[in-house]
């Protein structure tokens, strides 16, 4: 008799790619069964993980204040309670400014979730190690530094044209070629052309006054960029294929590779590689404009809030959340910083894990409505109007020239309800506040798009 795909399957066998190849040898040399069983052996899978049963227990630091709220929470529960059931999790916590980033499953903005031996790059996403950065100029004006951040600076698609690109440094450029995940010469010039390039969406570069010493601040929000965006997209493929062999009942948005791994290892190297690069983008942004006054700075600090933090075999997947404790970053320059909106103050925090935040506190302010429902509601005014009413007294400059309303203010949950509730639930503790002068954000960088262009080119 013929040896089948069925008999590898009743030998306990899952059906994979390899099976075709393994089917021919058995009967193209008439291997006897003590012979398949030897020859199988290499091909020997590790059991399935199964999903918990249940959804494992969630710290809930998030609660509807007002109507417009409710679907918003009820959703980010709703999708915890599916995501908590992922073998490998182990605790999880919500932080108030959290919305959902999809369908239910998916990890939302502002969750936190410990896993065990495991990194899931769908947990960090493409944005990886998005992080803020302050510097603290003493005395300077802030519209002059806000005039030199502008001319710096570097928002929108792509990287920097040749001639205007900031250095990546040999050490660094080195590393990654050492790195499995990252020994990519493509890779690596996308790096380097990406320095010193803060992106579109809710990236910005904020310039505000110390409420406890009248000295201006420099605050810069922005991830890795397509440097990020590469590790993330093999990081889940890689993630996928160890899915597909021992825990397929797992979503694949939520696919992990473990620890233990050879994968595994150079993965959580390639994190700390990102990592190091956002932190020297920042770097030299804040240092570019520092060399454009001629002056010094004062202080400077920083903190991650997307992001794998590590404790032994337990993994901290922070989708949106500000670590507080000293454990999590191995570079500690001072307290956190949480941005709420344009028109509000950065918060400078510090606090301890305790009983409710597993030590982390929210990012920011967090999104009642997506991008679309917002701009639909306030689709009776113009563009124009809705900017100069939510910006008035501020210096509010989008680098395309190009309002984008949704992320102005109002786009955002109350940032007064934020506070409310960090202080409510005990998550952190407010040490000073950087006071708006001003901003700079990417602005609709879609509208006057050079493809959209094109394409209007060619209708004409």
Same mark, same amino acid.
């Given at each position: 008799?013929?040896?089948? $795909?069925?008999?590898?399957?009743?030998?306990?066998?899952?059906?994979?790619?390899?099976?075709?190849?393994?089917?021919?040898? +058995?009967?193209?040399?008439?291997?006897? &069964? +003590?012979?398949?069983?030897?020859?199988?052996?290499?091909?020997?899978?590790?059991?399935?993980?199964?999903?918990?049963?249940?959804?494992?227990?969630?710290?809930?630091?998030?609660?509807?204040?007002?109507?417009?709220?409710?679907?918003?929470?009820?959703?980010?529960?709703?999708?915890?309670?599916?995501?908590?059931?992922?073998?490998?999790?182990?605790?999880?916590?919500?932080?108030?400014?959290?919305?959902?980033?999809?369908? &239910?499953?998916?990890?939302?903005?502002?969750?936190?979730?410990?896993?065990?031996?495991? +990194?899931?790059?769908?947990?960090?996403?493409?944005?990886?190690?998005?992080?803020?950065?302050?510097?603290?100029?003493?005395?300077? !004006?802030?519209?002059?530094?806000?005039?030199?951040?502008?001319?710096?600076?570097?928002?929108?698609?792509?990287?920097?044209?040749?001639?205007?690109?900031?250095?990546?440094?040999?050490?660094?450029?080195?590393?990654? %070629?050492?790195?499995?995940?990252?020994?990519?010469?493509?890779?690596? #010039?996308?790096?380097? #052309?990406?320095?010193?390039?803060?992106? !579109?969406?809710?990236?910005?570069?904020?310039?505000?006054?110390?409420?406890?010493?009248?000295? =201006?601040?420099?605050?810069?929000?922005?991830?890795?960029?397509?440097?990020?965006?590469?590790?993330?997209?093999?990081?889940?493929?890689?993630?996928? %294929?160890?899915?597909?062999?021992? #825990?397929?009942?797992?979503? *694949?948005?939520?696919?992990?590779?473990?620890?233990?791994?050879?994968?595994?290892?150079?993965?959580?190297?390639?994190?700390?590689?990102?990592?190091?690069?956002?932190?020297?983008?920042?770097?030299?942004?804040?240092?570019?404009?520092?060399? @454009?006054?001629?002056?010094? *700075?004062?202080?400077?600090?920083?903190?991650?809030?997307?992001?794998?933090?590590?404790?032994?075999?337990?993994?901290?997947?922070?989708? $949106?959340? =500000?670590?507080?404790?000293?454990?999590?970053?191995? !570079?500690?320059?001072?307290?956190?910083?949480?941005?709420?909106?344009?028109?509000?103050?950065?918060?400078?925090?510090?606090?301890?894990?305790?009983?409710?935040?597993?030590?982390?506190?929210?990012?920011?302010?967090?999104?009642?409505?997506?991008?679309?429902?917002?701009?639909?509601?306030?689709?009776?005014?113009?563009? &124009?109007?809705?900017?100069?009413?939510?910006?008035?007294?501020?210096?509010? %400059?989008?680098?395309?020239?190009?309002?984008?309303?949704?992320?102005?203010? #109002?786009?955002?949950?109350?940032? @007064?309800?934020?506070?409310?509730?960090?202080?409510?639930?005990?998550?952190?503790?407010?040490?000073?506040?950087?006071?708006?002068?001003?901003?700079?954000?990417?602005?609709?960088?879609?509208?006057?798009?050079?493809?959209?262009?094109? *394409?209007?080119?060619?209708?004409?």
């Amino acid at each position: 008799m013929e040896f089948n $795909g069925n008999h590898l399957i009743e030998l306990g066998y899952r059906p994979a790619k390899w099976f075709k190849d393994a089917i021919t040898h +058995i009967n193209e040399n008439n291997l006897d &069964e +003590i012979q398949i069983r030897e020859y199988l052996d290499q091909f020997r899978q590790p059991d399935i993980i199964p999903l918990h049963d249940t959804a494992r227990d969630f710290i809930i630091n998030i609660r509807a204040e007002h109507e417009s709220e409710t679907d918003n929470v009820e959703k980010v529960i709703n999708t915890m309670k599916v995501l908590m059931k992922t073998p490998t999790l182990t605790t999880g916590a919500l932080m108030p400014d959290a919305c959902p980033t999809g369908p &239910e499953g998916l990890i939302p903005v502002g969750g936190v979730v410990v896993a065990k031996n495991a +990194i899931h790059p769908g947990f960090h996403s493409a944005d990886i190690c998005c992080s803020v950065m302050l510097t603290d100029f003493g005395d300077a !004006d802030p519209k002059e530094v806000l005039d030199a951040a502008h001319s710096v600076t570097h928002f929108g698609y792509g990287g920097r044209p040749r001639g205007e690109q900031m250095p990546m440094s040999q050490e660094l450029m080195d590393a990654f %070629r050492e790195n499995y995940f990252l020994n990519d010469e493509k890779l690596i #010039s996308i790096a380097r #052309s990406h320095m010193g390039t803060q992106g !579109d969406g809710n990236h910005f570069l904020f310039v505000g006054k110390s409420k406890n010493t009248g000295n =201006t601040m420099l605050v810069t929000h922005h991830g890795s960029r397509a440097p990020g965006a590469a590790l993330y997209d093999k990081g889940m493929k890689v993630a996928n %294929r160890f899915r597909q062999d021992i #825990s397929p009942e797992t979503l *694949k948005e939520n696919a992990w590779i473990p620890f233990d791994t050879e994968e595994g290892q150079a993965y959580w190297e390639a994190l700390q590689l990102i990592r190091a690069w956002t932190k020297e983008n920042h770097t030299n942004i804040h240092d570019a404009v520092l060399n @454009k006054l001629g002056t010094e *700075k004062k202080n400077r600090y920083w903190n991650e809030h997307n992001f794998v933090f590590r404790d032994g075999d337990l993994f901290y997947h922070a989708k $949106g959340a =500000t670590p507080l404790d000293d454990k999590f970053m191995p !570079d500690i320059t001072g307290p956190r910083l949480i941005p709420l909106n344009m028109s509000e103050p950065v918060l400078i925090v510090q606090g301890k894990t305790n009983g409710r935040n597993l030590g982390f506190a929210p990012h920011g302010a967090g999104r009642n409505f997506s991008r679309t429902q917002h701009k639909r509601s306030l689709a009776h005014k113009t563009v &124009e109007e809705i900017f100069e009413e939510e910006t008035k007294g501020l210096d509010i %400059r989008f680098f395309s020239n190009e309002i984008d309303i949704s992320e102005l203010p #109002s786009a955002y949950k109350s940032a @007064k309800n934020v506070r409310a509730q960090i202080e409510e639930y005990g998550l952190c503790e407010v040490l000073d506040e950087v006071m708006p002068y001003g901003c700079i954000m990417a602005g609709d960088v879609g509208k006057n798009a050079p493809w959209k262009k094109k *394409k209007k080119y060619r209708k004409a």
